[in-house]
């Protein structure tokens, strides 16, 4: 059984930098491409970041310059470096596999202060 279960959100001044993880169970991530989403109050959720099963990385434009995604296949972790923050990267942010998702965690909570 998959589980995604993130950690490292919190509060943050404007130009700070968070450190997200993605802990995964039941994939293999070397065979998955795997995202970061984010859901930021009253709006969709977006992807922000894509890590490919070799480790190719694309980003929104953004958080391009920004965010860095990476991962450890063999840890089973996944994760998201997010510098120079801004009060629009507020919100909720997930993992995900890229298509057909998974069921969702529930997710890690930045905010971003002026």
């Known amino acids: 059984q998959v589980q995604l279960m993130e950690s490292g959100g919190g509060l943050v001044q404007t130009g700070g930098s968070l450190k997200l993880s993605c802990t995964t169970s039941?994939?293999?991530?070397?065979?998955?491409?795997m995202c970061w989403y984010r859901q930021a109050p009253g709006k969709e959720r977006e992807r922000v970041a894509v890590?490919?099963?070799?480790?190719?990385?694309y980003y929104a434009d953004s958080v391009k310059g920004r965010f860095t995604a990476s991962k450890d296949n063999i840890a089973k972790m996944v994760y998201l470096q997010m510098n120079s923050l801004k009060p629009e990267d507020t919100g909720v942010y997930y993992c995900?596999?890229?298509?057909?998702?998974?069921?969702w965690g529930q997710g890690t909570r930045v905010t971003v202060s002026p």
């Open positions: 039941g994939i293999t991530l070397s065979n998955t491409a």
């Open positions: 995900n596999r890229q298509y057909e998702y998974y069921s």
């Open positions: 890590i490919t099963s070799s480790g190719n990385t």
